[in-house]
């Protein structure tokens, strides 16, 4: 068994931005990226792409990793992720599991490395090691605050620190990851990112404006 997996979760049919996967991207697309940074970072006894198309395959023995082909239903809408998760941990052979999107391409290897450095630090007290925003904005659910008062409403800088998860970066156990059928752990540490690192892909815009940013960041 495996000390520590990198797993690369790539759908082809994308929902919002069509095959954005492998869609090209600063010439090349964002599997190639994400695979050849992770290579680099040096701490994985394997990385996995897992996938439910030919082309990721191909990529995969082109780039020299391994691949699972997950079957049809957990590559599908209808699949829930916390069943797709506990999915990919049952196939995945190692003690400890990174997984980690494609449509986080602006994250630095050193990054990476603190990441897994940091939760090597601190996994006797935490499960899990995720990367999150902090968001700084005055939110309503169902037309009412939820955090700030309406009445007394505060400066921006002073409003509490709320944590969206980006799913850039999680790294836990098999076994949490099996047990609790998710990416976080019961007793997470969230590993903040700054906006340029922490940016998702889920728009055509998104895309476009992280392919900018790629270009002026990292050499293709």
Same mark, same amino acid.
């Given at each position: 068994m495996n000390y520590l997996t990198a797993i690369i979760p790539v759908r082809k049919n994308s929902e919002r931005v069509k095959n954005k996967n492998f869609k090209k991207f600063n010439n090349k697309n964002l599997l190639i990226h994400k695979t050849n940074k992770? /290579? /680099?970072?040096?701490?994985? %006894?394997?990385?996995?792409?897992?996938? %439910?198309? %030919?082309e990721a395959i191909n990529i995969a023995n082109k780039l020299k990793v391994s691949y699972h082909k997950r079957e049809k239903y957990y590559a599908s809408s209808k699949c829930p992720n916390n069943e797709f998760w506990q999915h990919v941990a049952r196939n995945t052979y190692s003690k400890y599991i990174f997984f980690t999107n494609c449509t986080s391409p602006l994250i630095k290897i050193l990054t990476y490395k603190n990441a897994v450095q940091n939760f090597e630090k601190l996994k006797g007290k935490y499960d899990s090691l995720n990367t999150v925003n902090l968001v700084k904005d005055f939110m309503f659910l169902n037309q009412k605050a939820i955090n700030f008062n309406i009445n007394k409403a505060p400066n921006s800088q002073d409003l509490p620190d709320i944590y969206r998860l980006n799913f850039a970066i999680n790294i836990l156990s098999r076994n949490?990851?099996?047990?609790?059928?998710?990416?976080v752990g019961k007793k997470p540490y969230f590993f903040p990112l700054n906006e340029i690192e922490g940016f998702d892909i889920d728009t055509k815009f998104q895309f476009d404006y992280a392919n900018h940013l790629h270009k002026n960041l990292f050499k293709s």
């Open positions: 992770l /290579k /680099k970072v040096g701490f994985f %006894d394997e990385i996995i792409v897992n996938n %439910d198309s %030919d949490t990851m099996i047990k609790r059928m998710s990416v």
